[in-house]
């Protein structure tokens, strides 16, 4: 039996939410995968403090642009960094990266693994559970 675990949005900067309709899905052992990769988990504490740049990511940790970009795009692939456009005042404009979630759960009990994760911002307490 393949398990996986589903993410579901949060509100964007605009306060919008882009619903359930955006939900993603991810295998346990992708999620496995994913969390015990040290550059994902740098990346994912840089990110807990705040909206981040990869120009400021790549400043703020060991990793090389290369490495902070695909673990951006896996972050962004299993729901747990969503991006939005930033745009300075004198026209220029970058992605901004920022956690969609704030706690990823991991249990065994006798139906087996499961994975829920916790989403902040408004429904913040809110779980939701793996997809049988």
Request: charged share 25%.
């Amino acid at each position: 039996m393949t398990q996986s675990f589903r993410t579901t949005d949060r509100p964007g900067p605009s306060g919008v939410a882009a619903g359930d309709a955006d939900a993603t899905t991810v295998d346990v052992g992708e999620l496995l995968a994913l969390l015990g990769d040290e550059y994902v988990r740098d990346l994912l504490g840089q990110l807990s403090v705040g909206s981040r740049t990869a120009t400021e990511l790549v400043a703020a940790t060991t990793a090389s642009k290369a490495t902070v970009y695909r673990r951006l795009n896996r972050l962004v692939d299993a729901g747990f960094v969503a991006t939005r456009m930033a745009f300075d005042p004198d026209g220029h404009h970058r992605q901004v990266y920022h956690l969609r979630v704030s706690e990823a759960t991991l249990s065994l009990d006798d139906d087996g693994l499961s994975a829920a994760v916790r989403r902040d911002g408004p429904g913040a307490g809110e779980t939701v559970p793996v997809d049988d």
